[in-house]
């Protein structure tokens, strides 16, 4: 029987910032993966605490940016005591090449973690060339 | 105390300060097996019962398990990540694997009245403090 690894902790990374905003609430980079098929391009992100509709997902000059918003309404009344995270929004952008056909990126949500599966042009799937 | 806000950053940056103000408190430090243990807890006080949150994103609810015992809370499970095969991986930093913490809360607890809420890869536990450790009003005569 193989033995699972045990899980560690990884530490929240801060956006690093261009702008500076004029309030310095910190926003963290999604702990993501991407992987590549002849089909489509899949980033998966986490975002524990981002709800459904306090997603933005959008493409701009080929540039793919994901923003999750937590709701902190659910932190009212609560005094905190023992604490060894910080939450707060996240927030990050990929660069992303002209293959994507941007009108067929989808997106699902599930137990804080957002699968986007960004489908590659007709042109730019690879084909098979006969040898006659 | 976690105030409202209008402003929904003006509201964020509170919230982390107020977080921040009590990062490496020593309440329930001799039982949680320590900061670095997986997964991550924050402990809120809210009238007179407690609240334990984690970060479990990924963790699908079929596979996380709690159990609670006097003042101590179970809290494991696993991971899983199904890659595509055929795929090849350009970026891979999310972790799977298997957990196992306990909390010990340094309080009286009530552990048959726990409720866990799981939502968006959040696990919210709602402590109720025990009968007897709950603070009496004395008359004075």
């Known amino acids: 029987m193989a033995t699972q690894p045990e899980l560690q902790v990884q530490q929240k990374r801060e956006v690093g910032t261009k702008q500076e905003s004029t309030i310095p609430a910190r926003r963290y980079l999604p702990v993501t993966d991407i992987f590549e098929t002849d089909q489509a391009l899949t980033v998966i992100l986490e975002m524990p605490g981002v709800s459904r509709d306090s997603i933005t997902v959008k493409t701009e000059n080929d540039v793919l940016t994901i923003e999750g918003r937590v709701d902190y309404g659910t932190y009212e009344g609560l005094q905190p005591l023992y604490i060894e995270y910080n939450v707060g929004d996240y927030l990050r952008s990929f660069q992303i090449s ?35 | 105390m976690v105030t409202r806000f209008n402003d929904p950053f003006e509201a964020l940056f509170a919230l982390q300060r107020s977080l921040d103000a009590r990062l490496g408190s020593e309440w329930a430090d001799s039982g949680t097996g320590g900061a670095g243990a997986y997964p991550p807890i924050n402990i809120f006080e809210r009238g007179d019962d407690f609240v334990a949150v984690m970060e479990l994103p990924g963790v699908d609810k079929n596979d996380l398990q709690l159990q609670a015992k006097e003042s101590t809370i179970r809290i494991s499970g696993r991971k899983a990540i199904d890659y595509d095969r055929g795929a090849s991986i350009h970026r891979r930093e999310r972790i799977s694997g298997s957990f196992d913490r306990t909390l010990t809360l340094p309080i009286g607890i009530d552990p048959d009245r726990i409720r866990a809420e799981y939502r968006d890869g959040v696990l919210a536990l709602f402590i109720p403090r025990a009968e007897r450790e709950k603070p009496r009003t004395i008359k004075i005569t």
Do not use: F, H
Request: charge should be positive.
């Open chain 1, 98 to 132: 002209r293959e994507i056909d941007q009108s067929k990126i989808s997106a699902e949500l599930k137990d804080g973690v957002m699968t986007l599966v960004l489908p590659k042009a007709e042109k730019a799937k690879p084909r098979k060339i006969p040898v006659n």
